[in-house]
């Protein structure tokens, strides 16, 4: 069993920056795959960034060259580094955890689930 939490969030002008962090339990964290959803009001959760057990990573296209994601294995945490914020980047941000170790971009591909952190960019 996996717990995530993820904190960092925050009010943003546009063009700030932000660092989520999600740290995690269990001590197989190192060989999961962990991603990053968002969810904006009255929309769908949707996908941000993956990271696999291994380091490779996978951005989606609205956040490439704005938002890099990363691990720190001895301290069980991943990382989602957002820069150039732009209010569209206004939701919820969730990070997940698979048990297998490879990153994929579909929500329904993640066994655990953190409670969110909200993230508001005004313009």
């Known amino acids: 069993q996996v717990q995530l939490v993820e904190s960092g969030g925050g009010l943003v002008q546009a063009g700030g920056s932000l660092r989520l962090s999600c740290a995690a339990s269990g001590r197989t964290f190192s060989s999961y795959a962990v991603g990053w959803f968002r969810q904006a009001p009255g929309k769908g959760r949707e996908f941000v960034a993956t990271?696999?057990?291994?380091?490779?990573?996978s951005v989606a296209d609205a956040v490439k060259g704005r938002f890099a994601i990363s691990r720190d294995n001895a301290k069980n945490t991943v990382y989602l580094q957002m820069n150039s914020l732009k209010p569209e980047d206004t939701a919820i941000y969730y990070c997940?955890?698979?048990?297998?170790?490879?990153?994929?971009?579909?929500?329904?591909?993640?066994?655990?689930w953190g409670q969110g952190t909200q993230v508001t960019v005004s313009s």
């Open positions: 990271i696999s057990w291994a380091g490779g990573t």
């Open positions: 997940a955890a698979r048990s297998q170790g490879i990153a994929m971009r579909g929500a329904d591909w993640y066994d655990y």
